[in-house]
């Protein structure tokens, strides 16, 4: 991908090609120190119980509070419900690309493959192809209008993307999608802060899928 690195200005396909250009690129060092079960605080080192339990536990776990409230709020919002898992990974693969996160879209790319979402779809969610004709489904698109619309918080664009979602899914629903894009954008800002570190293993199978960039 040719994308420039420099985005001020650009719109949100060219801002998502860009970080996933940088994604083939030397990653900025961490913001914080990532714990280790040696160096957790005490309260904390069950979530080392297993080994690494990745960048987010590892950096959360500097404040012992936090950790249990932000894993399960996370857990929630994000994982799996009654809402199928590919659904919510088009939510969350989207924002993030439009928020410019490195380390979700990066991780969040493997989960969508792995979902069932095609390499085109998900190259689609990540601005590096149009929208049409990889996805034809209408349910889908109107997920896609939403999590744009969330992203962009233009009351505008939030009242027409909820028009259409309105013919595919029910209050609940909504709810429910809302709460993955909006706590995805928390978490954007949460990893895109502290230049959490993309996982070797996630960048070897962006590698082997040819997503790097």
């Avoid at 250009?21 to 904390?44: F, H, I, K, W």
């Avoid at 997920?143 to 595919?168: M, N, P």
């Avoid at 954008?185 to 070797?200: D, G, Q, V």
Wanted: with cysteine; glycine share 10%.
């Amino acid at each position: 991908m040719g994308a420039r690195r420099h985005t001020c200005g650009a719109g949100p396909a060219a801002r998502a090609v860009a970080v996933l250009t940088g994604l083939s690129g030397v990653e900025p060092a961490a913001r914080v120190r990532l714990l280790d079960a040696a160096s957790a605080p005490l309260p904390t080192r069950p979530y080392f119980a297993d080994g690494d339990p990745g960048p987010i536990a590892a950096s959360l776990a500097h404040v012992p509070d936090l950790l249990p409230s932000g894993l399960g709020f996370i857990g929630a919002a994000l994982g799996g419900s009654w809402l199928p898992t590919r659904t919510k990974e088009i939510v969350i693969l989207r924002v993030s690309a439009l928020a410019g996160c490195r380390y979700c879209t990066a991780a969040h790319t493997v989960v969508a493959l792995d979902s069932g979402l095609t390499r085109e779809q998900v190259r689609g969610l990540r601005g590096e192809l149009p929208l049409s004709p990889v996805f034809d489904d209408a349910a889908d698109l109107a997920v896609i209008g939403w999590s744009d619309a969330v992203h962009a918080g233009s009351e505008l664009e939030l009242a027409a993307a909820r028009e259409l979602l309105a013919a595919h899914f029910e209050d609940g629903a909504v709810v429910e999608l809302t709460v993955c894009a909006t706590a995805t954008l928390m978490l954007n800002r949460y990893a895109t802060s502290l230049a959490l570190p993309t996982a070797p293993q996630t960048l070897s199978r962006l590698a082997s899928e040819g997503l790097v960039g």
